[in-house]
């Protein structure tokens, strides 16, 4: 039927109308698909936006609860107290750790202390009196400013010393960022921990509970964030 095709290609050569529809009806429909392509790909993108910080927060909620869970039924590792232990560190900067720490190293004749991240004006003579020699055996450390720079200095205050074992003594909820810190600098080194509970955190307030919550969820943060970029 080739008079039909050449027919057909008059007509529309004739008639500027006839053309003009045609081709603003095939643009229509192109534009119109283009256009709902579009809108699907700003739909997408929208629910992308919309739905990536939603998992994220679950995410981040549930390993959070996890986090909490893991740090309030820690226990003492057994080994902190039925071993000899010949190295403890004492990450400061929290409730208790000095004090519990001096007990531990004051229990234990052979071990060798280093307190890290203590202040510029510590003095061990305002601490509780102990009978051990601390001349050879203490180490002050009071340059360390963050558990970064604990895990850094503990570190190599071992290596220097030739210690494969330290009993790390810190407070319950520091113990996982600090372990992970310094099994990552001292990798062969067994690092054995001996967290530190406050008498304290059954308060019932809510302004503390939320404070608390807080203040436990910043750890979390921060421990998301070293097990990131360490």
């Given at each position: 039927?080739?008079?039909?095709?050449?027919?057909?290609?008059?007509?529309?050569?004739?008639?500027?109308?006839?053309?003009?529809?045609?081709?603003?009806?095939?643009?229509?429909e192109?534009?119109?698909?283009?256009?709902s392509?579009?809108?699907?790909?700003?739909?997408?993108?929208?629910?992308?936006?919309?739905?990536?910080?939603?998992?994220?927060?679950l995410?981040l909620?549930?390993?959070?609860?996890?986090?909490?869970?893991?740090?309030?039924?820690?226990?003492?590792?057994?080994?902190?107290?039925?071993?000899?232990?010949?190295?403890?560190?004492?990450?400061?900067?929290?409730?208790?750790?000095?004090?519990?720490?001096?007990?531990?190293?004051?229990?234990?004749?052979?071990?060798k202390?280093?307190?890290?991240?203590?202040?510029k004006?510590?003095?061990?003579?305002?601490?509780?009196?102990?009978?051990?020699?601390?001349?050879?055996?203490?180490?002050?450390?009071?340059?360390?400013?963050?558990?970064?720079?604990?895990?850094?200095?503990?570190?190599?205050?071992?290596?220097?010393?030739?210690?494969n074992?330290?009993?790390?003594?810190?407070?319950?909820?520091?113990?996982?960022?600090?372990?992970?810190?310094?099994?990552?600098?001292?990798?062969?080194?067994?690092?054995?921990?001996?967290?530190?509970?406050?008498?304290?955190?059954?308060?019932?307030?809510?302004?503390?509970?939320?404070?608390?919550?807080?203040?436990?969820?910043?750890?979390?943060?921060?421990?998301?964030?070293?097990?990131?970029?360490?």
């Amino acid at each position: 039927r080739p008079w039909l095709f050449k027919a057909k290609k008059i007509i529309y050569f004739f008639s500027d109308r006839n053309i003009a529809v045609y081709y603003i009806f095939y643009y229509d429909e192109n534009i119109g698909r283009k256009i709902s392509k579009k809108i699907s790909m700003k739909i997408n993108i929208r629910l992308l936006f919309i739905y990536t910080p939603l998992l994220v927060m679950l995410l981040l909620l549930f390993g959070f609860f996890k986090f909490l869970s893991f740090i309030n039924q820690y226990n003492t590792d057994k080994r902190s107290s039925s071993e000899n232990i010949k190295g403890i560190a004492v990450l400061a900067g929290g409730w208790g750790r000095i004090d519990k720490g001096l007990r531990v190293f004051n229990d234990n004749e052979n071990a060798k202390l280093i307190l890290s991240g203590v202040s510029k004006n510590f003095s061990l003579k305002k601490q509780k009196p102990f009978e051990k020699n601390t001349k050879n055996n203490l180490v002050i450390d009071n340059h360390s400013r963050s558990t970064l720079e604990n895990a850094i200095e503990i570190s190599n205050w071992a290596k220097k010393l030739n210690i494969n074992k330290i009993n790390v003594i810190t407070s319950y909820y520091h113990i996982p960022r600090s372990l992970l810190l310094l099994k990552y600098y001292s990798p062969d080194i067994d690092f054995i921990a001996n967290p530190v509970f406050k008498n304290n955190y059954e308060d019932k307030e809510l302004r503390k509970i939320i404070g608390k919550g807080a203040f436990l969820f910043e750890e979390y943060i921060k421990f998301v964030f070293t097990y990131i970029f360490v």
